[in-house]
């Protein structure tokens, strides 16, 4: 079972790029890495996923470095609407018993 | 194109009843899995359902069951509610394909008094 940990609160300010690293030391080799963003009383909203090396989509980018055992989600230029949680997740979502959350990184974003 | 839809999105209940809850998977989506979120925590897997068979099952005990219908769609079942059941809870679905990620409905909120 790939552990997951990343830290349990940011702070940002407006217009700034924030770095979320995430740990995953014991990934395996059919893993994959999954961000998803969750706001107060709503389901997790799909970010980004990635393999190796790095990924970029019109809102995140995730840098996989090549042994594995970490990642980093960067929000480019973060607004206040990026305020929420942000989960980290190895595993292979068809296996949900393997599929698990942690607690999240709570970004707080100032004005 | 509808994502993840469930209901209903609000529901209280008294101890020891039962419940049903309802999600409808994203179009061309085929794997319907299963969670519940305390307040202040992570998505805990329940189970996951894929060709009308569960297929993964979390920690939960037997009085949350559920069942998958022809058309992708899934149920929730909560027998002998507890006070502890009361949390928010979320629906996902995915392709079963390599690397789909999953896609979450808003969720349920369940208060058990």
């Known amino acids: 079972l790939a552990k997951t940990t990343q830290p349990i609160s940011m702070d940002s300010y407006e217009g700034q790029e924030v770095n979320i690293t995430c740990s995953h030391n014991?990934?395996?080799?059919?893993?994959?890495i999954t961000w998803y963003q969750q706001f107060p009383s709503q389901g997790p909203r799909f970010i980004i996923q990635?393999?190796?090396t790095k990924v970029t989509n019109e809102v995140a980018s995730l840098f996989i470095p090549a042994d594995r055992k970490s990642s980093t989600l960067s929000l480019p230029r973060v607004s206040l609407s990026d305020t929420a949680v942000y989960y980290c997740?190895?595993?292979?979502?068809?296996?949900?018993?393997?599929?698990?959350f942690g607690p999240g990184t709570r970004l707080s974003v100032l004005p | 194109d509808a994502g993840v839809t469930q209901s209903p999105t609000h529901l209280i209940k008294t101890r020891g009843q039962q419940v049903t809850l309802r999600c409808s998977p994203k179009?061309?989506?085929?794997?319907v899995s299963w969670y519940q979120q305390a307040l202040g925590q992570g998505p805990q897997f329940i189970f996951q359902?894929?060709?009308?068979?569960?297929?993964q099952r979390g920690n939960f005990p037997d009085r949350f069951s559920g069942h998958q219908f022809p058309n992708y769609s899934s149920e929730l079942n909560v027998n002998a509610l507890l006070l502890g059941d009361s949390a928010l809870y979320l629906c996902?679905?995915?392709?079963?394909?390599?690397?789909?990620?999953?896609?979450f409905g808003n969720g349920t909120r369940l208060t058990v008094t």
């Open positions: 996902a679905s995915s392709r079963d394909h390599e690397g789909s990620p999953l896609h």
């Open positions: 014991n990934i395996a080799t059919n893993d994959y």
């Open positions: 990635g393999y190796k």
């Open positions: 997740l190895v595993g292979d979502r068809n296996y949900g018993q393997n599929f698990v």
């Open positions: 179009s061309g989506h085929d794997t």
């Open positions: 359902y894929y060709e009308e068979e569960e297929r």
